[in-house]
């Protein structure tokens, strides 16, 4: 029996020697050879080894003359004397059809300028099929291959000639011929970005011709399968070849072709393979699948996973944990599914080690993360095997890298090492992993943090104190300014550093802690990180104001609405008054001086004629401010939108042509984020959009609308629970808000809390239900947020304000409890917890305490240095959040100013 590991690959084989056979069988009858014994003995001993029955064999030699019976030429029917037809052997054509000379040609050719030749020669003389086109796609793939480098030397003409041949004949292709070419052009995008790792600029531009091209195929595609129900018609193999390539792409297709590609999923997905549910799964988890169904799609999967889990290979189980992983909710995977996962982890390592060979480092890795998923879910025993196994796969790979004279990548290094740290593993696989010597020449900051956090979550870490020794000397290099060649510096890296410091208790790591450039260099990582985001905030207004300041002087006057941002438009409001513009602000944010409002005020309907907005950082709330200030628009007025790619204005501003007659991208620019040696280190791109000519399409004005009701348990009681779009984890308790509230003590009886950046209310709600006599104070920027936080906890006092300090009375807390966001927008920025750190000694009382909760790699003492800080406790951690508990200065000291930055 073969290997489950293997198993597919014999079929393939098996599959491929049948088609060989068939083959050979029609060659020889249309010469007309002697119908007994004809067959290639080398075939037939083939056919035998790979496991086929001489039966079978038979079966497919007869399946094959049946495909020869023709009638006579002369139109009567030739029978012997049995009253059987005779079989007509077909007379081999003088000359080939054109579509097999035209697919043959292509298949032969030795360059892309060959196949466009061959492509747009046929066209013109009105050969071109179907067949040919795909077949032109494929082979630019195969004549791309590694290291070719044939498509950064294809002109844009040739990328149009390619689409011009496709749209051509976009009207008579069969499925195959889609699933060919989108294949196609998956594989040459793919080829494109690895190339891009190390081209120029110019390049870079060619890949941009290619993407345009992509589009306006793929366009056509969704209007052409559509139209003729092509997708109806996909098997097993096309829908999942469908889904990996539009992975690879990045694309997400058109709802309808969507909705009929999913439809077709689940009628077919009891008949996928191993490999068709690998490429299904990675390809929905890399474009990013969103649906209202997706969850009917993802069960279907999983389910058919739990059938024929046994028949993954290795390849082929990493893709599909991945997308798993990166894709579900994982929690929500029940029982079986999870004990079937471990079981095929367990299968393949058998193969692999009955067979002798390591499996690829990125597929140990991608199985490695997604057990990190599944670690809560498992049993202990089954996840000690699993584990187990990858360790022992980790050190096949390095004995086969050992023998080959090979390394190990970099970053499969790092990125094995911070897997294995978080599942908590034995130091002796990470003590061997970092033992090769070219590993740590070649880390850069980042990975430096990496490693040090994978060290600190490793059982037995004072195992480690060498390697404690070497991340010493990587960081004091970071802090020498005088190298010839500084690294790059992450402020991630001194977050992670310090973490390991932590662990450690000083007893093994001495010099970082007084390290003075480490320090000076980690605070200035922090203010550089944060001020790259007012940068990007600036940039924005300073977009605006531009395509602002090209509006015509009116000869009435124009009433502006400026809507949303972190920023008070002071140029905007400058210039408007200049023109003689009436001018009204809303955000439903409050940023510094500006108010937050939850809606705006609409004396009347239709009073603005222009609206300058900031794109909120989701989309829904981004709808949802569009349903605001719309019915305060004039017919035919005009709107300005600005944001980043990463909040997605891209995908946002098609949906502006529902309201609006016409919508065009009319500036942009980058932001450059650099470190203190001039390394680039971050970038973002501002967008901004106009859209005029609104029509009269009604919308829902009302923020009761955008109400909605989730199911939120806390203490074991599942309660209601009122959110509206735009709010932190959707106004529900997420895995970070939890993990706080499960490590920090029981408030006492009437005790007086204030709660930072309360959101819906969640930290609240909790502590109320924990001792119902405490007395609370919610504070958030978003208004929005209260107006959830009203309803969620009764009986608390409620401030709408950007910063702590801006709070009235003096009141003093003897509890301050946030999770802090580190984030403007998509950015990070500690801008706010800078704020809050500050704050906090002047609103605690005399034994007063704040918790406070931040990602892991947060470097707080680095954030904002006093003596509060630096004696902060940290009550719990895990790999990625850490409890923080900060005390009251002492009384004594109460006269002397803590030293603060």
């Known amino acids: 029996m073969a290997p489950p590991g293997k198993e597919s690959k014999d079929a393939k084989w098996q599959r491929s020697l049948l088609k060989k056979l068939r083959r050979s069988e029609r060659s020889r009858l249309k010469l007309n050879k002697d119908n007994g014994g004809g067959t290639d003995p080398q075939l037939l001993k083939a056919l035998r080894e790979a496991g086929l029955s001489d039966e079978l064999i038979e079966k497919e030699k007869r399946l094959a003359s049946e495909t020869l019976r023709l009638k006579p030429l002369d139109g009567t029917s030739h029978a012997n004397k049995d009253g059987h037809t005779r079989l007509q052997t077909r007379v081999a054509p003088t000359r080939p059809r054109p579509m097999i000379r035209l697919k043959f040609q292509i298949a032969s050719s030795n360059t892309p300028s060959d196949v466009l030749d061959i492509l747009k020669e046929a066209e013109k003389s009105g050969r071109l099929t179907p067949d040919g086109v795909s077949h032109g796609w494929y082979q630019l793939v195969q004549l791309s291959k590694p290291p070719s480098n044939f498509l950064f030397q294809m002109t844009e003409d040739q990328w149009n000639c390619m689409h011009s041949a496709t749209t051509t004949i976009a009207s008579k292709l069969t499925q195959t011929d ?3 070419i989108v294949w196609s052009l998956g594989k040459i995008f793919q080829r494109f970005q690895h190339g891009l790792k190390r081209k120029t600029r110019q390049q870079d531009d060619k890949n941009q011709v290619f993407t345009s091209v992509v589009r306006k195929i793929l366009g056509l595609f969704y209007n052409t399968a559509s139209s003729n129900d092509i997708l109806e018609d996909l098997d097993a193999q096309g829908v999942a070849t469908f889904l990996y390539s539009h992975g690879i792409l990045g694309k997400y297709p058109t709802q309808d072709f969507i909705d009929k590609l999913c439809s077709r999923l689940l009628s077919i997905t009891h008949l996928m393979n191993a490999q068709d549910l690998s490429n299904s799964m ?3 988890a890399s474009m990013g699948w969103r649906r209202q169904s997706e969850l009917n799609e993802h069960a279907a999967l999983v389910t058919q996973f739990t059938n024929i889990h046994d028949q993954f290979g290795i390849q082929e189980l990493s893709m599909f944990l991945w997308g798993l992983a990166s894709l579900s909710n994982i929690p929500s995977l029940n029982n079986r599914t999870v004990q079937k996962i471990l079981q095929s982890i367990k299968i393949c390592q058998g193969a692999s080690t009955e067979l002798q060979f390591a499996m690829e480092p990125v597929a140990i890795i991608n199985i490695l993360w997604a057990m990190t998923k599944i670690d809560a879910l498992a049993s202990h025993n089954k996840m000690i095997v699993a584990r187990t196994a990858m360790e022992h796969q980790l050190g096949l790979c390095l004995d086969s890298c050992e023998t080959k004279g090979e390394k190990m990548s970099v970053q499969c290094t790092v990125r094995a090492c911070y897997l294995l740290g978080k599942l908590e593993t034995g130091p002796q696989m990470v003590d061997r992993l970092l033992s090769q010597e070219h590993v740590w020449c070649q880390l850069n900051s980042q990975d430096i943090g990496e490693v040090a956090l994978a060290m600190a979550c490793t059982r037995g870490v004072t195992q480690l104190s060498n390697l404690c020794c070497r ?18 510096l992450s402020w991630q890296m001194f977050g992670l550093v310090d973490c390991l410091d932590r662990k450690l208790d000083g007893s093994v790591r001495q010099t970082i802690s007084t390290l003075k450039a480490y320090k000076k260099l980690g605070k200035e990582a922090c203010k550089i990180m944060s001020q790259f985001a007012l940068d990007v905030e600036n940039q924005i207004v300073s977009l605006l104001t531009k395509a602002i300041s090209k509006q015509s002087q009116s000869s009435l006057k124009r009433r502006v ?3 949303n941002s972190f920023s008070d438009y002071k140029d905007i409001k400058q210039m408007a008054k200049e023109k003689g513009w009436k001018v009204k602000f809303w955000s439903r944010v409050a940023y510094s001086d500006v108010p937050g409002q939850a809606w705006p005020d609409s004396p009347c309907t239709g009073n603005y004629e222009l609206a300058v907005c900031r794109l909120p950082s989701t989309h829904s709330a981004a709808k949802m401010m569009l349903a605001a200030i719309l019915p305060l628009l004039t017919t035919n007025s005009s709107i300005f939108i600005s944001g980043t790619v990463s909040e997605g204005i891209k995908n946002f501003a098609p949906s502006l042509r529902k309201y609006f007659s016409s919508v065009e991208c009319i500036d942009k620019c980058s932001v450059l984020q650099q470190d203190t040696y001039g390394i680039e280190t971050g970038l973002e791109d501002v967008v901004v959009y106009q859209a005029t000519g609104k ?3 009604e919308v829902d004005g009302m923020l009761k609308s955008w109400k909605s009701q989730e199911s939120v348990k806390i203490l074991e009681t599942q309660r209601k629970w009122i959110v509206y779009p735009g709010l932190f984890s959707g106004g ?5 808000t939890l993990f706080f509230l499960q490590n920090i003590p029981k408030p006492k009886p009437n005790s007086n809390i204030l709660d930072v950046g309360s959101g819906s209310g969640i930290i609240a709600g909790w502590l109320q239900s924990v001792e119902p006599s405490i007395h609370l104070h919610l504070v958030d920027s978003d208004a929005v947020a209260l107006k959830a936080a009203k309803k969620n906890v009764k009986g608390a006092k409620y401030t709408c304000a950007w910063s702590v300090s801006n709070l009235q009375g003096g009141d003093k807390f003897d ?8 984030h403007q927008g998509l950015v990070p920025s500690f801008n706010m917890l800078k704020d809050l750190l500050k704050s906090i000694p002047s609103l ?7 918790f406070l909760v931040t990602q892991t790699y947060v470097p707080l003492s680095l954030v904002h240095s006093c003596d509060m800080v630096k004696e902060a406790k940290v009550l719990a951690w895990n790999p990625k959040f850490t409890v923080w508990e900060l005390s009251s200065p002492n009384p004594r000291n109460r006269k002397r100013k803590a030293p603060c930055d």
Not at 474 to 486: F, G, I, M, R
Not at 844 to 850: F, P
């Open 178 to 180: 889609y699933t060919k």
């Open 282 to 284: 990675w390809g929905m």
């Open 471 to 488: 991340i010493d000397d990587l960081v004091k290099q970071c802090a020498d300014t005088t190298t010839s060649e500084p690294r790059s």
């Open 561 to 563: 609405l400026l809507v």
């Open 695 to 697: 029509k009269s399409e």
């Open 732 to 736: 529900v308790l997420d895995p970070m």
């Open 815 to 822: 509890w301050v409890v946030s999770n802090p966001p580190v």
């Open 844 to 850: 605690l009382s005399s034994d007063g305490k704040a």
